[in-house]
């Protein structure tokens, strides 16, 4: 049984009779006659009775228009479904970014992104192993540091963003231009723990030079480490963006870091070997854009 034949069958209940059934089906009368009698068959009951040249329809059939509407609108809820799917009009789209710019960058473009496509079910995940959610298929797409050039993925770069440090207004270095790394062995430091991606960077950076910062204190997130900032307990290396997107935070300041300075450059992913339906393309090129964009001004 398939939905023609169930089309069949309504056209005949509703006229009841099998040739003006077939002259609005554009099919012939035996042709028609033949396919319900298959119905019939595979229901192994009459869904018509046929007296002389009048047609009744049978429990059966009565049964079977009541579902066959039913099965009629769930082919075109379905077609109409996959239509606005591949419109890029809804779907579901999940989304692995970095806690920080979860936090601090992508709620608004989150809410602009809802407004343009309601239909669109948006999932985002924050982690630090953004390529392996993307690898093991549990995102669609992610959004992390730039790595090595994988063939498993696309990658896409986004742009590139210096490290400043991030002091509260009050403090001794607040009215600097610019201070280097060397200059905060001697300063109360609040960072990410040791194998968190926004400290291995600086890490690496004060390493090659040969030294190594110290912490006060240690937190696993961005929004802990501005509140250990505002807070007085000491300064944070961290993306100048953190308070572009913090304007209630006006005892923040945030100054430049000369010579070598940490810088993470950023890029979108996603499997190279998956169909990237409409509604993914279409958070795929906000995002590119809102990065891009934003990275610009920040530079």
């Known amino acids: 049984m398939d939905t023609r034949n169930i089309q069949y069958f309504m056209a005949v209940f509703e006229h009841l009779h099998f040739t003006k059934a077939a002259e609005e089906l554009g099919i012939s009368q ?18 018509f009775d046929r007296i002389g040249k009048k047609v009744v329809a049978t429990e059966a059939g009565k049964l079977l228009r009541q579902y066959g509407t039913k ?24 989304l692995a970014v970095l806690p920080s710019d979860l936090d601090f960058q992508l709620v608004p473009l989150f809410v602009q992104f809802k407004s343009k496509y309601p239909g669109i079910q948006l999932q985002a995940f924050s982690t630090i192993y953004i390529q392996e959610e993307v690898l093991n298929h ?10 090595p050039a994988d063939k498993r993925l696309i990658q896409i770069p986004l742009g590139c963003e210096p490290y400043h440090l ?11 231009k ?41 937190t696993d997130s961005a929004t802990s480490l501005l509140q250990l900032v505002s807070a007085g307990v000491g300064a944070a290396i ?6 572009r997107q913090n304007p209630e935070r006006p005892d923040l300041v945030a100054i430049p870091i000369t010579g070598p ?6 890029e979108l992913m996603y499997c190279a070997d998956r169909f990237i339906s409409s509604s993914q393309q279409q958070l795929t090129n906000w995002l590119i854009d809102f990065f891009k964009k934003g990275l610009a001004t920040k530079k």
């Open 138 to 147: 549990k995102v669609d797409i992610g959004i992390g540091l730039q790595g």
């Open 71 to 94: 099965m009629l609108q769930a082919e075109l809820d379905a077609k109409n479904a996959i239509k606005e799917l591949l419109s890029g009009e809804r779907g579901t789209v999940r």
């Open 178 to 218: 610019e201070v280097t790394l060397q200059e905060l062995q001697h300063h109360s430091l609040v960072m990410y723990p040791k194998g968190y991606l926004g400290r291995d960077l600086v890490d690496e950076v004060c390493r090659n030079e040969g030294f190594e910062l110290t912490t006060v204190m240690e």
């Open 261 to 266: 300075t940490p810088v993470r450059h950023l």
């Open 238 to 243: 961290q993306p100048k963006g953190l308070l």
């Open 30 to 47: 035996p042709t028609l006659s033949q396919q319900i009698r298959i119905l019939e068959a595979e229901f192994g009951t009459p869904l």
């Open 166 to 176: 991030i002091v509260h207004s009050a403090s001794e270095l607040s009215n600097r």
